[in-house]
């Protein structure tokens, strides 16, 4: 199946993208320890410019207003955003296989009560459930008390990469097991059911054909939502391993991202958008529209695929069932022949 993704030109693209931005961020990581300099002054003419930079007069993505690279600061930021995603969507996905199954096979009689809760708990937003759970830790703490904090960079990711898990899996949960429910309903379940067949058997022999591209497709579908999710809560404030206040080349303070990633610059940036400096807002808002859009390329190229697959089969089925028709007529037609 792999290989075929591989050779599905809407996964492909959506896949170079993504990964792209990825490893070049594990690559300055590497070669340059996520530094990134403020420039200085620059001259046009013989006269100093006033900072900050539009893209045309520092290109690529122009500069911010700390006077730092922008283009810098994104690739330094797309391994955390992207990869606290990637995090995030296993995470969420890998568990609730696992649990469905054991809600399918050992809870059914609390089954009811489950899908009440679940069902209940999905009308509350989880952008404003995940800010009332991470802005006592992540805003409020150093704001009030930065030097006294009892958390470091390393709570807050893990504090806020849980609470980011938690919020999906009973939903999640829920939807696999209502898969399973429509899998262990099909006819060829009762066939071996009448032979004796084990949990085990169904498991390996008769769910897993179904849900391993259905655990794909939930995976990228969770991850789309994942990244709106992570923007929403920049917007809030609410960043990927906290924040701290630092004064601008304006001496006006600022809340900054302490890992530069892509929620913190729209959350710190989101206020240029009614000045003159508005491309300075819409640069991270860009970055995460490509990323969501090669993530639904891929979501594209895997269902291509996907289908692609169930109709071979199906076919493959359609063949087999002819086949097998024909001998049983041409054996009919030697009965009769020596029965004359």
């Not at 283009?71 to 330094?76: A, D």
């Not at 809870?107 to 009308?123: C, E, Q």
């Not at 949990?199 to 769910?207: A, L, P």
Request: glycine residues 6%.
């Amino acid at each position: 199946m792999l290989k075929k993704l591989m050779k599905n030109p809407a996964f492909l693209v959506g896949f170079i993208f993504l990964f792209g931005m990825f490893g070049a961020s594990l690559v300055y990581y590497v070669g340059w320890g996520d530094e990134v300099p403020k420039l200085d002054l620059m001259k046009n003419g013989g006269e100093f410019m006033s900072p900050p930079y539009s893209p045309v007069e520092y290109p690529p993505l122009g500069t911010d207003n700390f006077n730092r690279n922008i283009f810098l600061l994104i690739i330094v930021g797309a391994k955390y955003t992207i990869g606290a995603a990637l995090i995030i969507t296993l995470c969420r996905v890998l568990p609730s296989v696992l649990i469905g199954l054991v809600l399918h096979f050992y809870l059914k009689p609390f089954r009811r009560i489950i899908d009440h809760i679940v069902d209940a708990a999905n009308y509350f937003p989880p952008t404003l459930l995940s800010f009332l759970l991470l802005n006592w830790m992540l805003l409020e703490g150093p704001l009030y008390n930065p030097e006294g904090f009892p958390y470091d960079f390393t709570d807050k990711t893990v504090f806020y990469l849980v609470i980011l898990i938690v919020i999906s899996l009973p939903s999640l949960t829920l939807l696999f097991t209502n898969e399973y429910d429509r899998i262990m309903g099909q006819e060829f379940i009762d066939s071996a059911k009448v032979l004796g067949a084990t949990k085990r058997h169904y498991i390996r022999n008769h769910i897993r054909p179904f849900i391993l591209p259905q655990i794909l497709l939930v995976s990228i579908r969770e991850f789309m939502i994942i990244m709106l999710l992570i923007a929403h809560l920049g917007v809030l404030n609410i960043y990927i391993g906290g924040a701290s206040f630092e004064v601008d080349l304006f001496d006006n303070p600022f809340l900054i991202s302490l890992s530069h990633e892509w929620s913190g610059l729209l959350g710190g940036w989101w206020q240029f958008l009614w000045t003159t400096y508005p491309w300075i807002s819409f640069i991270p808002v860009i970055f995460f529209t490509l990323t969501i859009l090669s993530a639904k390329l891929m979501l594209i190229g895997a269902t291509q695929v996907v289908e692609t697959m169930v109709e071979s089969s199906t076919d493959d089925l359609s063949a087999d069932e002819s086949e097998t028709r024909c001998l049983k007529d041409n054996e009919m037609f030697q009965l009769v022949k020596e029965a004359k």
